[in-house]
């Protein structure tokens, strides 16, 4: 039986919590941020876990997802 294979885009975009949920970073701070307030700069600089609807497809690109520091 062959090995299952992870998604390495999904590898390099999603951190997995040492409790099991799955975090990514928010969208909106890859350019244009001078006219950004630095309230909402902060804010998006950190990451949130992701919706609940999307676990199931998350997950099937990790199958081996672990605690990563």
Do not use: C, N, W
């Not at 919590?17 to 902060?42: C, P």
């Not at 950190?46 to 081996?64: C, N």
């Amino acid at each position: 039986m062959p090995k299952m294979k992870t998604h390495k885009s999904a590898a390099k975009r999603y951190k997995i919590t040492s409790t099991g949920k799955i975090q990514r970073r928010r969208a909106g701070i890859g350019h244009l941020l001078q006219h950004k307030s630095g309230s909402r700069k902060r804010k998006l600089f950190s990451e949130i876990t992701i919706a609940q609807g999307q676990v199931d497809l998350v997950s099937k690109e990790l199958p081996y997802k672990k605690y990563s520091r």
